[in-house]
């Protein structure tokens, strides 16, 4: 494949122009970088992940939520409060009839007191109840259960969050990197095209091999327009998490200290910080509290009813009544269709709600566990990868050499690039995998902070 410029002298040296091609990539790409960058202040991480959970409506949503959770327990003291209201009847039509009663004495007389149709009334009435079958001090502890579990749904929230702005934040540092790194492939790559060029026009170099050369820094080009499709993906994706301002300063400081030394210490703040799990285990004590609740259906219900009030005409003796009455009520529940059903219902949520609380520690723990160990593991293989570099590294400088006194092929010499520049982002990659491995454990312990 020829690589030419339509405005270069005619006969100009293949060499001149492969160089031309990467001075002129380089040049684009340090000004694209440049401008990109002078447009935002640098950030460190810490005030990243300040500002995405500060300004998240993800988060804010949760707080609504939980919000809704806390006036849903004030709803439950509030159920212990009495039932006030003023009560306004009229009657529109009305009319009671009766039968001869031959037992009454007949000489009685007086005036007209029967009813003859209801009275209009209107008065305060006031409702206390006593005993509910405990159904209110259940569903009470309930509503305590969920604003708690909800706190912790809050907590994980904020911990994800937290994750996924240092996530983002790394993945544009690592992408950066990977740019910087494919641009300084692209140099060494033209620096053998340059001198397969040199060795061709005094017919030290075959046009196989400088076609080569020419298709190694297409590839090199490419896999740099690859790394600035990343770049873009992850700069979005901080934009959107931490704002369009958001511009990462340089690598931060990973917080190590933040995870256990050990396996069975990782595992056991698991089990007790771990936000997600709090909030299963109070989910499944709420649906044991409503389950608890449901028996309230079989017991006595007692409650004080007190009514102040008048009475109109009942009669055609008019008269009005002002009454003030004060009774206890007792309500014994007999059967009402449904409610057997009913706490087998409640009964199997709870059940429910248990297992899949000892099911979420068990995933919890497992998930935990595999990511401990590959981060022990990633930390190895970063050490390696960075001796697979420098070692490269010595290699490419070696070939280099030996192709200028014609002891190597121009495949060999390319080929060793190749694979410096690909060990060079395998490097970025492990570090990028075993820094968020960090931030990922030391979110599920509750442990990240703005």
């Known amino acids: 494949m020829r690589i030419g410029s339509t405005g270069g002298k005619a006969g100009a040296p293949r060499g001149d122009t492969a160089a031309r091609i990467g001075r002129t990539l380089l040049c684009i790409l340090f000004a694209a970088g440049a401008l990109g960058a002078a447009g935002a202040r ?11 959970l500060r300004t998240s409506f993800d988060r804010k949503a949760d707080d609504e939520r939980q919000a809704a959770l806390e006036a849903r327990l004030l709803s439950g003291y509030e159920a212990f409060l009495p039932t006030m209201g003023y009560s ?3 009657r529109l039509d009305s009319k009671i009839k009766y039968t001869p009663d031959f037992a009454s004495d007949p000489l009685i007389g007086g005036s007209d007191t029967l009813q003859r149709w209801q009275p209009n009334t209107s008065g305060f009435q006031l409702s206390l109840p006593l005993f509910d079958g405990f159904k209110r001090y259940n569903e009470l502890e309930a509503a305590r259960s969920a604003t708690e579990a909800g706190r912790g749904l809050q907590d994980a929230k904020a911990q994800q969050i937290l994750l996924d702005t240092a996530s983002a934040y790394l993945a544009v540092l690592r992408d950066r990197e990977i740019v910087r790194l494919r641009e300084a492939a692209i140099a060494d ?3 053998v095209a340059r001198s397969v ?15 080569l050369a020419d298709s190694r820094v297409l590839a090199a080009t490419t896999n740099l327009e690859q790394a600035k499709a990343s ?6 994706e901080l934009a959107r998490l931490a704002g369009p301002t958001a511009n990462p300063s340089g690598l931060p400081s990973i917080p190590n200290s933040l995870l256990p030394q050990s396996l069975d210490e990782l595992q056991s703040i698991l089990v007790a910080a771990n936000p997600t799990l709090i909030a299963a285990r109070l989910d499944a004590t709420l649906a044991d509290y409503l389950a608890r609740a449901s028996y309230a259906q079989f017991l006595p219900q007692v409650s004080l009813e007190v009514t102040h009030g008048r009475r109109g005409p009942a009669s055609l ?11 206890l009520q007792t309500i014994i529940p007999i059967y009402q269709p449904g409610e ?15 297992y899949a609380a000892q099911d979420l520690e068990n995933t919890l723990i497992a998930q935990a566990t595999s990511a401990f160990k590959q981060r022990r593991s990633t930390i190895v293989q970063v050490a390696q990868a960075d001796q697979r570099v420098r070692k490269i590294s010595l290699a490419v400088r070696g070939r280099q050499m030996e192709l200028q006194i014609g002891s190597m092929t121009v495949v060999d010499v390319l080929n060793t690039v190749a694979e410096l520049a690909d060990a060079r982002v395998a490097k970025i990659n492990l570090e990028f995998a075993r820094d968020r491995a960090t931030y990922a454990l030391a979110a599920v312990m509750n442990r990240l902070r703005a």
């Not at 057997?340 to 248990?354: D, I, T």
Request: aromatic share 4%; no cysteine.
């Open 42 to 52: 640098a950030e460190t991480i810490g005030e990243t992940m300040e500002w995405a």
């Open 88 to 90: 306004i009847t009229r």
């Open 189 to 191: 790559v033209a620096k």
């Open 197 to 211: 060029a040199l060795r061709r026009e005094v017919h030290d170099a075959t046009n196989a091999e400088a076609a």
């Open 231 to 236: 770049l873009v993906t992850s700069e979005v």
């Open 317 to 327: 003796t008019p008269y009005r009544v002002l009454e003030t009455s004060t009774m």
């Open 340 to 354: 057997f059903g009913n706490v087998a219902l409640q009964h199997a949520a709870a059940r429910q709600k248990s």
